[in-house]
């Protein structure tokens, strides 16, 4: 990746990190879709853990070249159960703020078998840890049949996914319970209304009808225990949003040049670490 190009990438985080219309869900779906674009790869995931990996995501999103209800299954299956013990211990013992290349975190018989839409014959996994314990999880991977990942993608990844990482530990919020239960749907009309839209507007953005946006406001409104519009808004302003990375913390750099850092890779079995430039 070339400077000018992670500049502009960097520049488009910032625009993220400013925005505080967005809901937890809007953040990563943001995120996603700029690293999805930057590095122009076939699957792009990004999963939060606020209770840690030793839980099942919080939030989960996926980006891939799949029709009909193929991303809901990826997004279901990109990050295991949390009965899946195996892959979650794997998943954390890596190095957090790295960029692994095949880190064979689901390399057994069993695995094999319950692989899904979201498996990939290539694959590569950050990890960053913030402040308060919350854990991203970011993969990049090739889609299943087109091989292994090419080499200035990865090198694109790992210039790339620490700004981004420090961006979702600024902007991600811990959502008060009545947020948290929210289904997509009305977490969507909530993002819209947060960004100003009116009813129509958003029965318009949605599909939904005019009195469907208005039943789902209303619910909302008795979930946050507020009583118009205006203070709804004002109680998702108000929730303390931002963290501090502790584990990758390492690979901050200033803006000014792309960051040197490092990418595990395995290749027959064997490892070895390729500086980025």
């Known amino acids: 990746m070339t400077t000018s190009s992670l500049r502009n990438a960097i520049y488009r985080l910032g625009q993220i990190s400013s925005d505080e219309t ?22 792009v995931a990004m999963g939060v853990f606020e209770e840690g990996l030793d839980a099942s995501s919080s939030a989960c999103v996926v980006r891939g070249p799949w029709t009909g209800s193929q991303p ?12 899946d013990r195996s892959v979650a211990q794997r998943l954390a013992q890596l190095k957090r703020g790295r960029l692994h290349h095949n880190p064979g975190i689901a390399e057994d018989a069993e695995a094999e078998e319950q692989k899904t839409v979201s498996s990939s014959d290539d694959t590569a996994i950050a990890l960053f840890k913030r402040s308060d314990g919350i854990e991203l999880v970011i993969g990049i991977n090739a889609a299943p049949g087109s091989g292994e990942i090419n080499r200035a993608v990865l090198q694109k990844a790992g210039a790339l996914v620490p700004f981004v990482a420090r961006c979702w530990a600024d902007c991600w919020k ?35 009808s005019y009195h469907s946006v ?33 584990e ?16 595990a890779v395995r290749a027959n079995g064997s490892s070895h670490r390729q500086p980025v430039a």
Do not use: Y
């Not at 749907?185 to 029965?203: M, N, R």
């Not at 039943?215 to 709804?232: G, I, N, P, Q």
């Open 22 to 43: 967005l809901t937890n869900d809007a953040l990563l779906e943001r995120l996603v879709d700029l690293l999805s674009e930057a590095l122009e790869v076939d699957i």
């Open 248 to 263: 990758g913390r390492e690979l901050e750099t200033e803006l000014a040049d792309p960051p040197e850092i490092e990418v």
């Open 72 to 83: 809901t299954q990826a997004s279901d299956n990109v990050f295991w159960a949390i009965e």
């Open 174 to 208: 811990i959502e008060p319970a009545w947020m948290a239960a929210f289904k997509p749907q009305a977490k969507g009309i909530l993002a819209l209304v947060l960004q100003g839209l009116d009813d129509d507007q958003i029965a318009e953005k949605t599909g939904l």
């Open 214 to 246: 208005r039943a789902h406001l209303k619910r909302m409104f008795r979930e946050a225990d507020v009583r118009s519009r205006l203070h709804l808004m004002q109680a998702c302003r108000e929730i303390s949003r931002g963290g501090v990375i502790i």
